[in-house]
């Protein structure tokens, strides 16, 4: 047995706007297929989001075929499943990587059922070497009820159908969704350790993808995270993808692009100049970096400033940073850090409290109210994303992740297979290694 794990790559972001950075999550991707090759592993699993949005353009497109075709032309099978960002949009029925999979570079693992068999989720495993994987898409809410009927028809499955000559001697599982405490703000479809133990008993390996950064329990259960930086919420957290061999499964550390982060307290700068010069001895105390890395920076400023927010030049602050580090983007953010007039600290209701009690009124009142609790949590999860610094495009991928999956509860569509094979451009024109420019 040997097989990588990863997940999160999100192909087509041209995260801040910059054309490096969208080369920069193919590289990424492309790094993860070379050491797959380089490992002589049978297959690679993608455990949701591939891509970043759901109707992606042609170079991303090309992006995922060039790389994709490196392993078809070597015999190295890649199984996936849907991720938030990958499930296709009601009118559009099929999604990309059902593209992908009709084309022979992956093959998409769906929720299948078996006839007169009693299973309705499940049936789409597939068999490789006395290995048996199965997968389920991007459920959101719905993931934490589902988890029963999951361990149910997988230890169905595995008692009835041969792999092989017998039972399968290794289970997988791909899902895509978060396990509670691993981030500070709880996310639509969170599932406690507690609530997957029903999976322990029929599942040797669950292969996690969704939150983008790396954690694992108790030897069954891992989450590589993302081996680009999505959010700058994730700077310095861990993240890259699992490299299994004979059940023993080990941590390859992803090199995303560099970052470069740092906080400086205005509350006792009096002057302008006197926060200029503050930021040139930050900035020129780090070490020098490789030049060619040209790194991501994010200047913050924080504390109660003694002079007008509006005086300050953000431009004149990146010269200040451009003067001591060659970057690729710099982004300078200024925070206020007091308390706003009219909260009554003597109340014994607390700040969040009245947050959510004001957020379920409004919710209320609008078409999501049979989905209170999901869309509550969902406004304040995209709340603390933003008090975190993470951009605007991304909080904004979440929530419309967030709201179709929430629709897509009350009736979806189901998936059709598409009715032409491999191929889809003229293969000549994709000799040699990905061009991921």
């Known amino acids: 047995m040997n097989f990588v794990h990863a997940s999160d790559f999100h192909l087509g972001y041209v995260q801040y706007g910059l054309s490096e950075r969208f080369r920069d999550f193919a590289r990424a991707f492309d790094r993860v297929v070379d050491y797959t090759i380089q490992s002589d ?37 890649v199984y996936a499943i849907e991720g938030n960002h990958d499930l296709a949009y009601r009118r559009d029925t099929n999604s990309w990587l059902q593209i992908l999979d009709a084309q022979g570079l992956l093959k998409l693992i769906k929720i299948k059922p078996i006839a007169d068999c009693g299973v309705e989720l499940m049936g789409d495993f597939v068999d490789v070497d006395g290995v048996r994987i199965f997968g389920v898409r991007y459920l959101g809410s719905q993931t934490r009820n589902t988890i029963p009927k999951i361990a149910e028809e997988i230890g169905a499955i595995n008692d009835r159908f041969e792999c092989g000559s017998g039972k399968p001697d290794y289970t997988l599982l791909m899902m895509h969704f978060g396990m509670e405490g691993v981030i500070g703000a709880s996310g639509i479809g969170e599932v406690s350790y507690n609530s997957l133990l029903p999976l322990r008993d029929v599942v040797d390996y669950l292969a996690l993808g969704h939150y983008h950064i790396q954690y694992e329990y108790d030897g069954w259960i891992f989450n590589g995270g993302s081996c680009e930086m999505v959010s700058m919420s994730e700077h310095k957290k861990p993240k890259g993808f699992y490299h299994v ?42 070490p020098c970096t490789d030049p060619s ?49 009219g909260v009554d600290c003597r109340s014994d209701v607390s700040r969040s409290e009245i947050e ?13 109210r049979r989905h209170l609790k999901d869309v509550v949590e969902m406004i ?22 967030s709201f179709d999956a929430i629709r897509g509860e009350d009736g979806r569509s ?16 994709n000799r040699g290694g990905a061009d991921v420019d």
């Open 380 to 401: 304040i999860e995209a709340k603390q994303l933003a008090v975190t610094g993470t951009d605007p495009e991304t909080i904004l991928e979440r929530l419309q992740g």
């Open 41 to 77: 592993a049978k297959f690679l699993l993608i455990v949701g989001d591939l891509f970043h949005k759901r109707n992606i353009n042609a170079p991303t497109y090309m992006q995922s075929f060039k790389i994709l075709k490196k392993l078809r032309d070597r015999g190295i099978q």
């Open 293 to 341: 890395a040209e790194p991501l920076v994010e200047i913050m400023l924080h504390g109660d400033l003694k002079f007008p927010r509006t005086d300050i030049s953000i431009e004149k602050i990146k010269e200040i940073v451009s003067a001591h580090i060659t970057s690729l983007w710099v982004n300078v953010k200024v925070i206020d850090t007091k308390e706003p007039v």
């Open 356 to 368: 959510r009690s004001v957020i379920e009124e409004m919710v209320k009142g609008t078409q999501h």
């Open 414 to 429: 189901e998936q059709t297979d598409l009715p032409f094979g491999s191929g889809g451009m003229d293969d000549r024109d």
């Open 245 to 286: 061999v004979d059940g023993k499964a080990s941590f390859q550390k992803a090199a995303p692009r560099p970052v470069e982060r740092f906080g400086i307290d205005t509350s006792d700068i009096l002057s302008l100049q006197d926060l200029y010069s503050t930021v040139g001895s930050v900035i020129g105390g780090v």
